[in-house]
T-cell receptor, first 111, second 117 residues
Framework: QKEVEQNSGPLSVPEGAIASLNCTYS??????FFWYRQYSGKSPELIMF????GDKEDGRFTAQLNKASQYVSLLIRDSQPSDSATYLC???????????FGRGTSLIVHP | KAGVTQTPRYLIKTRGQQVTLSCSPI?????VSWYQQTPGQGLQFLFE???????NKGNFPGRFSGRQFSNSRSEMNVSTLELGDSALYLC????????????????FGPGTRLTVL
């Protein structure tokens, strides 16, 4: 059974700090990796996707993928209170397969 | 480009009733997936439809069913509602086409909040 593991948190960081969110997965054949942000009572919003080993940066967000170690992480630089949300990691074999979602990590950014 | 839309946004039903939820995917997307999200279980995959055919299925009882129309709009039906069916039901669309790196990128609608009394 394919599993995607995330620490449920909450992860609490001060405003302006770097928040580091981690995700591990069990399926070595995984090819596509996604990070979603979900505010309380709202639907998940795609933040980033990454397919290749290494780092991918988009504004304040950096996704890091290490397929050999089977983990993917999301770094949020200069964290803001508006970043407070649950972050979902999703992993897929690629192509037309449905991603498997983790349970999410709750992030709290305090002023 | 318009996003994924879901109707209705909120529903209140009683046990034993049935309910139908609707989802319109992003224009050009042919895959529609349905998820149930509860605080205790997280995001759970129900099923996926592609070109009017159910292509993937999660581990839910037969009370949960769906269909997809030729314009890619999809409906989900839950019969004989139980208290435990109270949840946020999310629809996600993707291109669903073989090949290309973004075929499995899913974009979510706002969800339908179902409360069963």
């Amino acid at each position: 059974q394919k599993e995607v593991e995330q620490n449920s948190g909450p992860l609490s960081v001060p405003e302006g700090a770097i928040a580091s969110l981690n995700c591990t997965y069990s399926d070595r054949g995984s090819q596509s990796f996604f990070w979603y942000r979900q505010y309380s009572g709202k639907s998940p919003e795609l933040i980033m996707f990454i397919y290749s080993n290494g780092d991918k940066e988009d504004g304040r967000f950096t996704a890091q993928l290490n397929k050999a170690s089977q983990y993917v992480s999301l770094l949020i630089r200069d964290s803001q209170p508006s970043d407070s949300a649950t972050y979902l990691c999703a992993v897929s074999p690629g192509g037309s397969y449905i991603p498997t979602f983790g349970r999410g990590t709750s992030l709290i950014v305090h002023p | 480009k318009a996003g994924v839309t879901q109707t209705p946004r909120y529903l209140i039903k009683t046990r034993g009733q049935q309910v139908t939820l609707s989802c319109s995917p992003i224009s050009g997307h042919r895959s529609v997936s349905w998820y149930q999200q509860t605080p205790g279980q997280g995001l759970q995959f129900l099923f996926e439809y592609f070109s009017e055919t159910q292509r993937n299925k999660g581990n839910f009882p037969g009370r949960f069913s769906g269909r997809q129309f030729s314009n890619s709009r999809s409906e989900m039906n839950v019969s004989t509602l139980e208290l435990g069916d109270s949840a946020l039901y999310l629809c996600a669309s993707s291109t669903g086409l073989a090949g290309g790196q973004d075929t499995d990128t899913q974009y979510f609608g706002p969800g339908t909040r179902l409360t069963v009394l």
